[in-house]
């Protein structure tokens, strides 16, 4: 059975938030790309660990081994997730950005004077303020240019990168407008001369199944709170390289990957839930095991996301004044994130009315700062930005259509 209206209304059930009201009106949460609601599985895993092995690992006790367990059973499955063959290429930290400072931390020995990064207009601060840091070394930071559209200009990718780029930073999908950008240019021009690939996929994970081989990355980041999971950052790193850098650690500290970058006591109980998360996914799609379940879930929920995204886009340009940004979506893939602006009120009061009205919404650049100032809406207050999750229903978009309209009247 596809995933459709059927089986959203099911796994509505399995999310306690769901549930809440403002008003005597259901909570409307459209607001997936800042962060997803979670499961009673993640619930209950997270509950689990506070109750069975709240300890730390390394002990020669029971509830220390099965904390270990758990952990590693975690790394698997999210090495599962990310398409990636070993458990070990995984390590997590307290969120992408902290990761990527610890990157930045390590870079910042091997790299200096005479040296490029790569980044692009496009990205969240979180792939850029970590990079651009590394000027304070002497390396230059050279900007990927964008189209309208937000996507990569190829002939200004082959411009800039050279002998000296040690690092092309992109995302592979923009929490602002929704692309989807092919990363293979970016690969292939990487490799000729020599650089590595680092992916923020954080945007990205929630709709499109990772595949780390195909996509072929040195490093990707992720955040498991997009993906109906907890508060925690995921970093994947080629098998081999991780063991390789100057990362910040203490000297009782394991140098091997994946520890080499988990600094300190990490949020056992949360980095447990994650694999629930994952496999809560996959229980929506059929196969021998949890990747193939995990791709198909991912697949069909994907087309359910999409046509509600493609439905609102369509519905909302047609109200007076408002202007879409960001690809159609006849663009394949795209995340199904709708960004607007109204010319008849700002994104700032119609967020304060639409919340009022229990819509959960962001309104802003959502970090996203360098695109919007692109665009030219930083000074009139960014983008209105909707997001559709697995959880949200054709009603729910109907309301929001409803209530924008009004808004424009
Ligand atoms: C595309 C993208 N990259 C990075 C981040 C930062 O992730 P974290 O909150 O885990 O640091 C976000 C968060 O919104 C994001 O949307």
């Not at 059927?6 to 306690?16: I, K, M, V």
């Not at 997730?81 to 910042?108: H, K, P, R, Y």
């Not at 949020?267 to 799609?285: D, L, Q, R, T």
Request: charged letters at 20%; proline letters at 4%.
């Amino acid at each position: 059975m596809p995933y459709a209206n059927e089986q959203c209304l099911r796994a509505r059930e399995d999310f306690p938030a769901l549930s809440r009201s403002l008003d005597g009106q259901p909570l409307a949460f459209l607001d997936g790309p800042a962060g997803t609601q979670v499961p009673g599985p993640v619930i209950d895993a997270q509950n689990h660990a506070y109750r069975m092995f709240n300890t730390n690992t390394g002990g020669e006790f029971v509830t220390s081994r099965d904390l270990e367990e758990a952990m590693w059973r975690t790394r698997e499955t999210v090495a599962t997730f990310v398409g990636a063959s070993e458990a070990a290429s995984i390590s997590f930290g307290a969120n992408m950005t902290t990761l990527a400072f610890s990157l930045s931390d390590a870079f910042s020995r091997l790299w200096g004077d005479g040296d490029e990064v790569l980044i692009t207009a496009l990205d969240h601060e979180a792939n850029r303020g970590p990079w651009l840091q590394l000027q304070d070394r002497g390396v230059t930071i050279r900007e990927i240019a964008i189209d309208k559209q937000g996507y990569f200009e190829p002939d200004d990718l082959r411009s800039k990168i050279n002998q000296r780029t040690r690092l092309v930073a992109l995302n592979a999908s923009s929490n602002a407008l929704g692309t989807v950008n092919d990363l293979s240019l970016a690969r292939k021009l990487s490799r000729e001369v020599g650089a590595w690939m680092l992916v923020d996929a954080v945007h990205y994970a929630p709709h499109i199944a990772l595949d780390v081989q195909a996509m072929d990355p040195d490093f990707l980041f992720c955040s498991a709170y997009k993906f109906y999971g907890p508060h925690v950052g995921i970093l994947y790193t080629r098998p081999g390289l991780l063991d390789t850098l100057p990362t910040n650690r203490l000297c009782t500290q394991s140098s091997a990957a994946p520890y080499r970058i988990e600094t300190g006591t990490l949020n056992h109980a949360a980095i447990v839930s994650i694999a629930a998360a994952i496999e809560y996914i996959a229980s929506w799609g059929q196969g021998n095991n949890l990747r193939e379940r995990l791709t198909d879930a991912m697949g069909q929920i994907y087309v359910y996301e999409h046509e509600l995204a493609a439905y609102y886009c369509r519905r909302v340009s047609a109200v007076p004044g408002v202007r879409i940004w960001g690809p159609d979506f006849s663009a394949k893939p795209r995340s199904p994130t709708v960004s607007i602006t109204s010319g008849k009120i700002s994104t700032d009061d119609a967020v304060k009315n639409l919340g009022a009205q229990g819509f959960c919404l962001w309104q802003g650049h959502f970090y996203a700062q360098r695109v919007v100032e692109l665009l030219g809406l930083s000074a009139s207050g960014g983008l209105l930005r909707m997001g559709v999750s697995m959880y949200n229903t054709r009603s729910e978009i109907d309301r929001l259509l409803e209530a924008i309209e009004r808004l424009a009247a």
